[in-house]
């Protein structure tokens, strides 16, 4: 079974700073790896995803990643922002199984 | 477009009541799925119906829960009697396509005291 193991559980970046978030997987069924944000009493929800038939993709001040031979994929926030404070899941799909196996999650603080 | 929904946004019961948590899904998404977050650690897959048939129901933790997609329309979630382990909060989530693009409702928070 699928399992995503996510690092850091916890970062406190200064305004204007960069955060990295890591996740390693194992198997996978299909090349797909999104990236959920969620902010106290909401759901998760999509950030970014990436279908690794590229190594990085971009949207804003957000980037995925992908190290297909590592079986790893980042998210890096640029110029982090006090409103990107919130908790961050990776995700990849799970072999054997139509849905997603998500990471632990990261809880990150972005200091004024 | 009307977000997935669900209800209650809490619920704190006793050992051994039970409970019934509601997830209504985005129009037309046929794929819908459980989740459930417990303590800080992951979300943990529960089970994925695909209409109103269950295609994946392995991690269900056991048969206190019971799921229903009535007409692949919306889905409850019954845990009866109810452990102080089920403590979690419960996410349900809906898509197009199986496995990609999920979109979350804002979970149902259980506390089983």
């Known amino acids: 079974q699928q399992q995503v193991k996510q690092s850091p559980q916890s970062l406190i970046v200064q305004k204007g700073g960069i955060s990295i978030i890591n996740c390693a997987y194992e198997n996978t069924a299909f090349d797909y790896f999104p990236w959920y944000q969620q902010f106290p009493g909401k759901g998760p929800a999509l950030l970014i995803a990436i279908r690794p038939d590229v190594s990085e993709k971009k949207e804003g001040r957000f980037t995925i990643s992908f190290n297909k031979s590592a079986k790893q994929f980042s998210l890096h926030i640029m110029d982090s922002q006090p409103g990107d404070s919130a908790t961050y899941f990776c995700a990849a799909p799970s072999a054997g199984r139509r849905a997603l196996t998500f990471g632990s999650g990261t809880r990150l603080q972005v200091q004024p | 477009e009307a977000g997935v929904t669900q209800f209650p946004s809490h619920s704190v019961i006793e050992k051994g009541q039970t409970v019934t948590l509601r997830c209504d899904p985005i129009s037309g998404h046929d794929n819908l799925y459980w989740y459930r977050r417990v303590m800080g650690k992951e979300i943990k897959f529960l089970l994925h119906f695909v209409k109103e048939s269950k295609q994946d129901e392995s991690g269900m933790p056991n048969n206190r829960f019971l799921a229903e997609r009535t007409g692949g329309t919306y889905s409850t979630l019954k845990v009866q009697p109810a452990e102080l382990e089920d403590s979690g909060v419960y996410f349900c989530?809906?898509?197009?396509?199986?496995?990609?693009?999920?979109?979350f409702g804002n979970g149902t928070r259980l506390t089983v005291t």
């Open positions: 989530a809906s898509s197009q396509l199986a496995g990609v693009t999920l979109h």
